[in-house]
C-alpha cells in the first residue's frame, strides 16, 4: 500500500512508504558524500597533534609545544597558522554552497554531489603530496568546496528520496557516514603516528581519495529525485524514479502532489529574495538557527582538537590517539541510537534529550578540568581522574550524536518548501561552516584565556538552545516534505506568520480539478 494516502492526526496528507531496496540502495550511496566530510574532520586533529607533521610545517608551534612542556597546559597549542590548517577547508565550503544551490537547483541534486567528488579527489592528492605549507592549505581548500557541494546537496537528496515516514532514518544515513569518516580517520592517525621517517600523516590525508572516489562514481551511478527531475521538466523520468523507489505503480497522489508544488515554485523567480519574505520566516529562522546552534554545542573541540585536548591534559602521544578512537567510536554507534528512534519519538524528544545530556556533561568537564588545573594551567591528572574526564567526554559526544549531530542535517533540509530549498539549504551549509570555521578557528585560543571556563561557555549554549527548540520547533516527524507548511500554519508561533492557504488543501483540489 505504499501509494495509498492517509490523513494524519494533524490533517496533512502521508503516504506511508517501505523501505525498498532501490530507495536503500540510492541513499546508501549518496550518504557517502557524508564519509569525506567526516573524514576531513577526524584527520587534521589526529596530524596536528604529530610531533613529524608540525616539526616540518610548523617548526615553531613545534618547538612551542616542547618548550611549554610543564607549564600552561591551557596555552601550549595556540597558534592561529595551524589552526587555519584546520579551519580553511570551512571557510572554501561555506563559500562554495551558493555556487552549489545554483548547481544543485539547475543541474540536479545528482551533479552537484559530483562536482563534490571531483574536488575532493584533487584535494586529498594535493595534500597527500604536499611539500609546503601552501600545498596543504589549498588542498584543504579543494576539500572544502567538495564539502560545500555535498553538505548541499545530500541532505536534501535524501530528504527528497525518502518515504516521509521513512525520513529521518535515511536522511541520518549522511551523518552515520560522517561518522565513520571521523573514526575511520582517528584510526588511521592511531596506526600511522608511529610510522618511521615520520611520514605517517601523508597516508592520512592521501587516503581522503577512497571516499572520494566513492562520492564521485556514486553520483554517476544515481538517479536524481523525482522533485529535481519534475522541477527541471523531466516528468516522464521523474515518474519512474518515483514509482522505483516507493516499490508500486500506485504514485499518483504523491506524484500529483510533487507537480503542484514544482508548479508553485516555478511562480517564483528569485529563490533568494523570496526566501526574505515574511510567510518563509520560520523557515529562514529554522535555516540560520539550527546549524548556528548546532556548532555552539561546541562538538567540534572534541573532533577536530580530541588528541590536542587530551594531550593538554597531560595523556602520552599514543594514548590521547586512542582517546579520541573512544569519542569516534561513541559517536558512530550512538548515531545509530538515532537511525532507529528519530522516526517514532520524533525529532523534538531526541533535541530535548540529548540536549540535557550535554549540558550536564559539559558541566562536569569544566569542573573536573578546573579542578585539577585550576586558572594557571600547572599540574597533572591521576589516572582515575582521567578515565573519569573521558567518561564524560563520551557521554557527551553520545548525546550529540543522537541529537543536534543527526538533526542539525535533517530538520534543515526537511522544513523548505521546494521554492526555496535549494537557497534555503545553502544558508544552513553557510552557516554550518562559518560556525565551524569561527570554533576551529578560535578554540585553542579561547582554551587558552577562557580555560575551564570554556566548557561553561558552551553549556550556557545548550540551555539557550534546547530552550529555542522547545518553544520554537515543530515536530515535522512523518509529515511529507510537500506538506510541511501546515507544521508551521498549526504551530502556537509561527502561524502568525504563515497562513494554511498556502498549504496542501488548496494544490491537491487545485490538481484534482485538472483531471
Ligand atoms: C557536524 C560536524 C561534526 C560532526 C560530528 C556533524 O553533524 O556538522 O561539525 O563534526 O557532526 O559527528
Known amino acids: 500500500m505504499a501509494g495509498g494516502v492517509v490523513i494524519s492526526s494533524s490533517g496533512g496528507k502521508v503516504y506511508p512508504g517501505h523501505m525498498t531496496a532501490f530507495v536503500f540502495f540510492s541513499c546508501l550511496v549518496a550518504s557517502s558524500g557524508g564519509l569525506i566530510f567526516g573524514y576531513d574532520i577526524g584527520i587534521s586533529g589526529g596530524v596536528t597533534s604529530m610531533d613529524s ?25 595556540d597558534s592561529q597558522l595551524l589552526t587555519l590548517f584546520t579551519s580553511s577547508l570551512y571557510l572554501a565550503a561555506l563559500a562554495t554552497s551558493f555556487l552549489a544551490a545554483s548547481v544543485t537547483r539547475i543541474f540536479g541534486r545528482k551533479w552537484s554531489m559530483f562536482c563534490g567528488g571531483i574536488t575532493f579527489l584533487a584535494g586529498s592528492a594535493l595534500n597527500g603530496a604536499a611539500t609546503n605549507v601552501m600545498m596543504l592549505i589549498l588542498g584543504r581548500i579543494l576539500l572544502g568546496i567538495g564539502v560545500g557541494f555535498a553538505n548541499q546537496s545530500v541532505p536534501l537528496y535524501l530528504s527528497e528520496m525518502a518515504p516521509a515516514n521513512l525520513r529521518g532514518m535515511l536522511n541520518i544515513g549522511f551523518q552515520l557516514m560522517t561518522t565513520i569518516g571521523i573514526l575511520s580517520a582517528n584510526l588511521i592517525n592511531y596506526a600511522t603516528v608511529s610510522i618511521e621517517g615520520g611520514w605517517g600523516w601523508r597516508i592520512g590525508l592521501g587516503l581522503a581519495g577512497v571516499p572520494a572516489l566513492i562520492i564521485t562514481l556514486g553520483a554517476l551511478a544515481l538517479p536524481d529525485t523525482p522533485n529535481s527531475l519534475i522541477a527541471r521538466g523531466y516528468t516522464a523520468e521523474a515518474k519512474k524514479v518515483l514509482v522505483k523507489v516507493r516499490g508500486t505503480s500506485d504514485v499518483h497522489d504523491e506524484y500529483d502532489d510533487m507537480v503542484a508544488a514544482s508548479e508553485e515554485a516555478k511562480a517564483i523567480e528569485h529563490p533568494w529574495r523570496n526566501i526574505l519574505e515574511r510567510k518563509y520566516r520560520p523557515q529562514l529562522t529554522i535555516a540560520v538557527l539550527i546549524p548556528f546552534f548546532q556548532q555552539l554545542t561546541g562538538i567540534n573541540v572534541i573532533m577536530f582538537y580530541a588528541p590536542v585536548l587530551f594531550l593538554t591534559i597531560g595523556f602520552g602521544g599514543d594514548a590521547s590517539l586512542m582517546s579520541a578512537v573512544i569519542t569516534g567510536l561513541v559517536n558512530m554507534f550512538a548515531t545509530i541510537i538515532s537511525i532507529v528512534s528519530v522516526d517514532r519519538l520524533g525529532r523534538r524528544a531526541l533535541f530535548l534529550q540529548g540536549g540535557t545530556q550535554m549540558f550536564v556533561s559539559q558541566i562536569v568537564v569544566g569542573t573536573l578540568i578546573a579542578l585539577q588545573f585550576g586558572t594557571t594551567g600547572e599540574g597533572e591528572m591521576s589516572r582515575t581522574y582521567a578515565m573519569l574526564l573521558v567518561l564524560f567526554i563520551c557521554l557527551y559526544v553520545a548525546g550529540f550524536a543522537w541529537s543536534w549531530g543527526p538533526l542539525g542535517w535533517l530538520v534543515p533540509s526537511e522544513v523548505f518548501a521546494l521554492e526555496i530549498r535549494s537557497a534555503g539549504q545553502s544558508i544552513a551549509v553557510c552557516v554550518n561552516m562559518t560556525l565551524t570555521f569561527i570554533i576551529g578557528q578560535a ?12 566548557f561553561y561557555f558552551f553549556a550556557a549554549w545548550m540551555v539557550i538552545m534546547t530552550t529555542f527548540i522547545a518553544l520554537f520547533l515543530p515536530e515535522t516527524k512523518g509529515v511529507p516534505i510537500d506538506e510541511m507548511n501546515l507544521v508551521w500554519s498549526r504551530h502556537w508561533f509561527w502561524s502568525k506568520y504563515v497562513v494554511q492557504a498556502g498549504g496542501s488543501n488548496r494544490r491537491t483540489h487545485d490538481v484534482s480539478s485538472h483531471h
Not at 607533521?53 to 601550549?76: D, G
Not at 585560543?445 to 575551564?452: D, S
Open 53 to 77: 607533521f608540525l616539526s616540518e610545517f610548523f617548526p615553531s608551534v613545534y618547538a612551542q609545544a616542547k618548550a611549554n612542556k610543564e607549564k600552561n597546559q591551557y596555552c601550549k597549542f
Open 443 to 454: 578554540f585553542l585560543t579561547m582554551l587558552c584565556h577562557l580555560k575551564f571556563g570554556l
